[in-house]
């Protein structure tokens, strides 16, 4: 009988070379600066980030122009190793969960998880913020989630566009997850692209194309979220 390897063995130990995400990518970054720096800027003094999943380290790169100081943690060899050919501090780990659950405790004012939450089954998921909660975040300190939208028009390309992809969520299972995970404050907002060249031109056709479509959603299911961007971001407290 032959038996049946975990994927993300073989698949995240060559991620970045395969999935060509070794370099730094300067449009990740600017959609980062526009979207989640305002989440950032009042902690700056108030302690330090745990980056999960920081894959090219764009996170990391803008908490040090915040002043903020930060770490990272990653499963994958080669884009730990392009983070530290950078001077980014990024610890590797084949075991997140026990790896989260070593960590100083409580000691986080923000754990963030920027396009990683969906990598993890729904299951894997809910233990993922579970430990965070109870383990890493400060009593005051806050998560904050970018995950893609199942709700945008193109979320099937989105979201099956990467191989490693496991769940996505909308506006309202977000929030249910987060609460599940014993979170408060939960605020979930739209995550666009930053309004420089030719972004500037598809964001009012994006926004013209919205209108139509939330316009068929108040119809048809007025009950639903009303967030169509591609990714949404999701803010709360511990």
Same mark, same amino acid.
């Given at each position: 009988m032959v038996q049946k390897q975990d994927y993300r063995s073989k698949v995240y130990d060559t991620y970045g070379s395969v999935s060509g995400l070794n370099s730094y990518l300067s449009s990740k970054y600017s959609n980062l600066s526009?979207?989640?720096a305002p989440h950032l800027r009042n902690y700056a003094r108030k302690g330090n980030l745990l980056d999960i999943g920081s894959g090219q380290g764009e996170l990391l790169f803008l908490c040090r122009e915040l002043g903020l100081e930060s770490e990272? *943690?990653?499963?994958?060899?080669? =884009?730990?190793?392009?983070?530290?050919?950078r001077g980014l501090k990024v610890t590797l780990t084949s075991d997140l969960f026990a790896y989260l659950k070593n960590v100083p405790?409580?000691?986080?004012?923000? *754990?963030?998880?920027?396009?990683? =939450?969906?990598?993890f089954t729904k299951a894997e998921a809910i233990e993922l913020l579970d430990i965070i909660h109870a383990y890493v975040l400060h009593p005051n300190g806050k998560v904050i989630i970018q995950v893609p939208n199942m709700q945008n028009p193109f979320a099937a390309l989105n979201f099956f566009h990467d191989l490693t992809h496991e769940w996505a969520y909308t506006e309202h299972s977000i929030s249910q997850l987060l609460g599940i995970a014993g979170f408060k404050d939960i605020k979930v907002l739209p995550s666009d692209y930053p309004m420089v060249g030719m972004y500037v031109v598809r964001h009012w056709l994006r926004m013209l194309y919205y209108s139509y479509l939330r316009a068929i959603l108040l119809i048809d299911t007025p009950n639903r979220s009303s967030i169509i961007t591609p990714n949404l971001i999701a803010v709360a407290s511990a």
């Open positions: 526009q979207n989640i990272g *943690v990653d499963i994958s060899p080669e =884009l730990v190793k392009s983070c530290a050919e405790r409580n000691d986080k004012m923000i *754990v963030t998880l920027i396009d990683v =939450l969906e990598h």
